[in-house]
């Protein structure tokens, strides 16, 4: 069965400094999607950034940047320039490539302050 | 462009109780789902549906019923509402059930049972 942990159940940063969100997962697929989303107060769920395990290449969005390992099975997100915006639950997903598995962590709370 | 559209938003019910969480979205997706957001616990797969009469269980269906007679609305059913259920839910819908349909997700709906 799969698995997705973040074991950093809280973490605090000040505006314009770099965070980086731990998320590892367990799998024995060899094709799958990474997602990682944002859940602000308003407790809509935003999609931040995905990224297929094919790809080598890892995925950007702006400010947001993931740190790939497949063999070390590790999907870290990075946040540069943080902003008061950011403060949000993120949460890292894994699906399988046949689409029966979406499997979400627990979450990270990241609080950005001035 | 609505989207994915939850309603209630907030709902309070005594245990025993039944009611059912709406769920409608109107970008044609085939797949749907119904997710439970408890506190450490991340989100969690309740129900999940892949097209217009077709459902499946996810990983806590126990206690909930869902439908789906139609492609655009997905509502899921608490026939005897128990306090284990008092918990946030999230409905989210994707193009297909492929793995690299990012899911968009409604508000969410904050259940409490007394």
């Known amino acids: 069965a799969q698995t997705v942990t973040q074991s950093q159940p809280e973490m605090s940063v000040q505006e314009a400094e770099t965070v980086t969100l731990s998320c590892t997962y367990d799998t024995s697929e060899n094709n799958y999607y990474l997602f990682w989303y944002k859940q602000p107060p308003s407790r809509q769920m935003i999609l931040v950034i995905r990224?297929?395990?094919?790809?080598?290449q890892n995925a950007t969005e702006n400010r947001f940047s993931v740190n790939f390992q497949k063999a070390a099975k590790s999907f870290s997100l990075k946040i540069s320039d943080s902003q008061l915006g950011d403060t949000a639950m993120y949460f890292c997903?894994?699906?399988?490539?046949?689409?029966?598995?979406?499997?979400f962590g627990k979450g990270t709370t990241l609080s950005v302050s001035s | 462009n609505a989207g994915v559209t939850q309603t209630p938003k907030f709902q309070v019910l005594k245990t025993g109780q039944s009611m059912t969480l709406q769920c409608a979205q109107d970008?044609?997706?085939?797949?749907m789902s119904w997710y439970r957001q408890d506190p450490g616990m991340g989100l969690r797969l309740i129900h999940y549906?892949?097209?217009?009469?077709?459902?499946d269980q996810g990983e806590v269906p126990n206690g909930y019923n869902v439908s789906r007679s139609t492609t655009e609305d997905f509502p899921l059913r608490l026939l005897s509402a128990a306090p284990s259920q008092t918990s946030v839910y999230f409905c989210?819908?994707?193009?297909?059930?492929?793995?690299?349909?990012?899911?968009?997700f409604g508000n969410g709906t904050r259940l409490t049972v007394t």
């Open positions: 997903a894994f699906i399988n490539q046949a689409g029966t598995a979406l499997i």
């Open positions: 549906s892949v097209g217009a009469g077709i459902t």
């Open positions: 989210a819908s994707s193009q297909d059930r492929r793995y690299d349909s990012p899911l968009h």
């Open positions: 970008m044609n997706h085939e797949y």
């Open positions: 990224q297929e395990a094919y790809k080598q």
